[in-house]
């Protein structure tokens, strides 16, 4: 079989010189054909008028012929006037600009507005300062002469559109209600995404059945903010700092994105700004802790605890490592009581540390147990803490220990503002 002839090479038109943006008049020929008049103007915003001499090449292989054809391609317009466009390409429309974009200075072109309830006012006014891009909204926390919310989000069709967040604080179950109903109807206004920020996964703890007929409240709750109305950029996001149980995330269902941060980057920072932060070792109180913290801090010699019951008595022992003459620092996600936390801490002074700390993210502090930790100056860690950091994720022990040695206060305002413009 004979080869098929080469294709022709392709149609060529003369550039123009120069085409500025001014009123002008372009001729063409005035001839036409059937096929001209039926033509229809891919681009009718660029109306020039001109006519194209084509050759066209049969492509049969028996019969080399060639014919000649002359097309009014552009039919002739009246004068026009052509103004200058953004360039871009014909192939289609440009490509949507990704929320958490950055403009030329590197800020972030995303900007997102930012409820709160009472108690997390404060950390939300910290959270603001943090990046322009975050604007504080107010809502109306009233009630009914019952007791029952009486709940009003001003100005509601103004945020039609916006990325929407909301800073909640489920510190007891008397706030959850009123804060849910806010969670439930803020994706309902037409809002181009919304963000769920909970720092402290209040019923974490409560994730195990051990006898029948227990209840599983960390479940619960997933599930209920798992059936949040979707907005119009899909799924919440739902934020939550070092949750309990790492198995919980699977407690959430398909209409929630759960991002899981950490406060541990804040304590590390703080702890390379110690006079003696080459001397740190890192003490876990239990296994579950070092499960959990371990390879956030691999960088630092590590102590671990475990518990063990003797009778009726859970007694805190040395499983591996050694503090002698070092300054331990004790790591947990969360505190309530503080008593395996003071067990840890009289266990590492009897085998020597010369210092101790302990950080928690979450310090939950029931019936003011914080007053429990003294602070010690120096040369007496069996009864008191160098430093005990906490976070903001509990506001009502933030206010309770605020200035009081030897708590400290690391912010996960930074940390949020981050989250909020992703």
């Known amino acids: 079989m004979a080869a098929a002839p080469p294709l022709p090479p392709p149609l060529r038109i003369p550039r123009a010189k120069s085409l500025?943006?001014?009123?002008?008049?372009?001729?063409?020929?005035?001839?036409?054909?059937?096929?001209?008049?039926?033509?229809?103007?891919?681009?009718?915003?660029?109306?020039?008028?001109?006519?194209?001499?084509?050759?066209?090449?049969?492509?049969?292989?028996?019969?080399?012929?060639?014919?000649?054809?002359?097309?009014?391609?552009?039919?002739?317009?009246?004068?026009?006037?052509?103004?200058?466009?953004?360039?871009?390409?014909?192939?289609?429309?440009?490509?949507?600009?990704?929320?958490?974009?950055?403009?030329?200075?590197?800020?972030?072109?995303?900007?997102?507005?930012?409820?709160?309830?009472?108690?997390?006012?404060?950390?939300?006014?910290?959270?603001?300062?943090?990046?322009?891009?975050?604007?504080?909204?107010?809502?109306?926390?009233?009630?009914?002469?019952?007791?029952?919310?009486?709940?009003?989000i001003p100005n509601a069709h103004g945020i039609r559109g916006q990325h929407v967040a909301f800073l909640a604080s489920f510190s007891s179950p008397g706030v959850i209600f009123e804060q849910l109903s806010i969670i439930y109807a803020l994706p309902?206004?037409?809002?181009?995404?919304f963000t769920l920020v909970l720092p402290f996964f209040p019923?974490?703890?409560?994730?195990?059945?051990?006898?029948?007929?227990?209840?599983?409240?960390?479940?619960?709750?997933?599930?209920?903010?798992?059936?949040?109305?979707?907005?119009?950029?899909?799924?919440?996001?739902?934020?939550?700092?070092?949750?309990?149980?790492?198995?919980?995330?699977?407690?959430?269902?398909?209409?929630?994105?759960?991002?899981?941060?950490?406060?541990?980057?804040?304590?590390?920072?703080?702890?390379?700004?110690l006079p003696d932060s080459d001397n740190i070792s890192i003490a876990f109180p239990d296994d579950g802790s070092w499960k959990r913290f371990h390879k956030q801090l691999q960088h630092f010699p590590m102590i671990v605890c475990a518990k063990v019951r003797e009778g009726d008595r859970r007694i805190v022992r040395l499983k591996e490592g050694d503090p002698k003459g070092r300054h331990v620092v004790i790591v947990d996600d969360l505190v309530q009581s503080g008593g395996t936390l003071v067990e840890c801490q009289k266990l590492l002074a009897a085998h020597g540390a010369e210092k101790i700390s302990a950080y928690v993210t979450?310090?939950?502090?029931?019936?003011?147990?914080?007053?429990?930790?003294?602070?010690?100056?120096g040369g007496n860690p069996e009864n008191g803490l160098t430093y005990f950091w906490i976070t903001d994720s509990c506001p009502q022990t933030v206010n309770e220990v605020l200035n009081r040695p030897p708590f400290e206060v690391l912010s996960l305002a930074g940390s949020i503002a981050a989250s909020l413009l992703i």
């Open 188 to 193: 309902k206004l037409f809002v181009s995404s």
């Open 362 to 377: 979450h310090g939950i502090f029931p019936k003011r147990s914080w007053e429990r930790f003294e602070h010690d100056n």
């Open 203 to 273: 019923t974490g703890t409560s994730e195990r059945m051990e006898d029948e007929g227990d209840v599983a409240t960390a479940f619960t709750l997933a599930r209920i903010l798992s059936n949040v109305p979707i907005s119009r950029g899909g799924p919440t996001n739902l934020v939550i700092f070092d949750i309990h149980a790492l198995p919980e995330r699977f407690y959430f269902g398909d209409n929630i994105l759960p991002c899981f941060e950490s406060g541990i980057p804040l304590l590390k920072n703080r702890l390379q700004q």
């Open 20 to 152: 500025k943006p001014t009123s002008f008049s372009i001729s063409s020929s005035s001839s036409s054909s059937a096929s001209a008049s039926a033509w229809r103007e891919p681009f009718p915003g660029y109306k020039l008028g001109c006519s194209c001499r084509c050759e066209v090449k049969s492509f049969d292989h028996h019969h080399h012929s060639q014919s000649w054809t002359t097309v009014d391609r552009f039919p002739a317009p009246d004068p026009i006037t052509i103004l200058p466009a953004p360039s871009r390409s014909l192939a289609g429309p440009p490509a949507p600009v990704a929320a958490s974009a950055r403009d030329s200075s590197g800020e972030s072109s995303k900007k997102v507005c930012l409820f709160y309830c009472a108690e997390t006012k404060p950390l939300a006014e910290r959270v603001a300062a943090r990046s322009d891009a975050i604007e504080l909204r107010s809502i109306n926390w009233r009630k009914f002469a019952d007791g029952f919310p009486d709940l009003f």
